[in-house]
């Protein structure tokens, strides 16, 4: 159950970084984070959460609220 949400979650990220023309290297700098763990985030390939403070970093950095990072997420699978 969760699983589709960290992947819808991390598909949105995509979604804004992309539209932002940011690399997965630049965004991860940014945020103070490894690009190989946004990668994880982005790809929903992680097991443990995400921290509410990552991921409030990650939308600063593009510019987007959380609840358009979330919108959405909540729905039926």
Same mark, same amino acid.
């Given at each position: ?13 995509? %979604? ?6 940011? =690399?997965?290297?630049?965004? @991860?700098?940014?945020?103070?984070? +490894?690009?190989?763990? !946004? ?6 390939? %992680? ?6 403070? =990552?991921?409030?970093?990650? @939308?600063?950095?593009?510019?987007? +609220?959380?609840?358009? !990072? ?8």
């Amino acid at each position: 159950m969760f699983a589709v949400r960290y992947k819808k979650i991390g598909a949105k990220i995509v %979604y804004y970084r992309k539209i932002r023309n940011l =690399t997965q290297e630049e965004l @991860a700098e940014k945020v103070g984070i +490894t690009p190989q763990y !946004l990668s994880r985030i982005e790809n929903g390939g %992680y097991s443990k959460n995400v921290s509410l403070s =990552t991921l409030m970093k990650i @939308a600063g950095v593009l510019d987007v +609220t959380m609840s358009q !990072l979330m919108e959405g997420v909540e729905s039926e699978e």
